[in-house]
């Protein structure tokens, strides 16, 4: 650690808080519901998408979109064993980059990809629709929804965020970016208690924080050792963490009456996933706001399970008798009402802890 504080930034905390006795016994309570988590389906995963899956729900470097409806099975006439129920559709021609449900829309589903395109996906009709940009083609590497699902503030390999009201049927004569970096953004996430805050992780290392009121200069900007593969705002908007190359995954404290954002910690974590690995990227619980906490795939399989109150550890997630892959991908279920962890991995399969 030492040797690394020498090397790379942000890496030793301003100040160190004492752990509240009320977030050390939700951490516990939380323990032990980790714990209880385990891969209750038949199979031991799930082919989901053909190729290595890029995010989940889940979506591949190909371009395909898969389903998978983990309660129910299906059984063929000349066939004795039951089989999942997935659907698999190809609404790209090359890797999807991010999906999100419209916040507004639980029905409908978005999806950028390296093609240049922003589609639509409406669940009841299974069908697609494409978001207009103009007639143009744009490089998408990530992309975020307004909570009110009226605006996309969407990133570039070329360091560019843009922003596009979806509202507005046609598109625009000519396309709102902003050159904000000069490299690769391959995350933008906004804050969502204060949507006026983005959160913008680069190649160029650096974790960026800009008032999408004025694009002019960021509010704040932390450097990192290597490039920054994710950056996301906790549920409750008061925290930030990222994920960077240099095998770090660092958690920052913000407090938005001082407009203040200090590092809270910085966690060891081998981020080396490589060529044929999909980036790691530190997710939160989206609907954990009284104890946050996020996870974060492993190079040894397991899926990491962090407090973001007290940035220990809190659990982790591996079968060893049915995972034989790195599970890159991982995220909470959004909507279920105990804890499940969906996870997928290079092979474009997924596997379900419940």
């Given at each position: 650690m030492l040797d690394d504080i020498r090397r790379y930034p942000n890496l030793k905390p301003e100040d160190t808080k004492p752990v509240k006795k009320e977030d050390q016994d939700a951490q516990e309570r939380l323990r032990e519901e980790i714990t209880g988590l385990k891969v209750n389906h038949t199979w031991a995963t799930v082919k989901v998408t053909p190729d290595r899956i890029n995010a989940s729900c889940a979506a591949d470097v190909s371009g395909s979109l898969g389903f998978w409806d983990v309660n129910n099975m299906k059984k063929e006439e000349d066939d004795e064993?039951?089989?999942?129920?997935?659907?698999?559709y190809r609404p790209h021609t090359r890797g999807i980059t991010n999906m999100l449900f419209d916040p507004?829309?639980?029905d409908r589903l978005y999806t950028s990809s390296y093609d240049g395109t922003l589609r639509y996906f409406d669940m009841k009709n299974a069908s697609f629709g494409l978001v207009d940009f103009g007639g143009e083609r744009v490089p998408f590497t990530n992309f975020d929804m307004s909570q009110d699902g009226h605006n996309v503030w969407y990133s570039t390999s070329e360091g560019q965020v843009g922003f596009r009201d979806i509202r507005v049927k046609d598109g625009p004569s000519e396309l709102e970016l902003h050159q904000l970096r000069d490299k690769k953004v391959g995350c933008v996430h906004l804050n969502p208690v204060n949507q006026n805050l983005l959160a913008v992780a680069s190649n160029d290392r650096t974790l960026t924080v800009w008032d999408i009121r004025s694009l002019s200069e960021q509010t704040h900007e932390f450097s990192h050792g290597y490039s920054v593969t994710s950056a996301?705002?906790?549920p409750r908007g008061d925290k930030l963490v990222t994920a960077s190359y240099d095998d770090y995954i660092r958690l920052f404290d913000f407090n938005e009456s001082?407009?203040?954002?200090?590092?809270?910690s910085a966690i060891r974590h081998n981020n080396h996933t490589g060529r044929w690995v999909t980036n790691f990227r530190a997710r939160w619980h989206q609907t954990a706001k009284e104890h946050q906490l996020f996870l974060i795939g492993n190079m040894k399989h397991p899926v990491d399970i962090f407090s973001g109150e007290t940035s220990e550890e809190i659990g982790e997630l591996y079968d060893e008798e049915r995972i034989t892959a790195i599970q890159a991908v991982a995220?909470?279920?959004p909507t279920t009402e105990n804890?499940?962890?969906v996870t997928g991995n290079g092979s474009g399969r997924m596997v379900c802890y419940s």
């Open positions: 064993d039951e089989e999942p129920v997935v659907y698999t507004t829309n639980s996301y705002w906790s001082k407009n203040e954002t200090k590092l809270q995220q909470f279920h804890m499940t962890v």
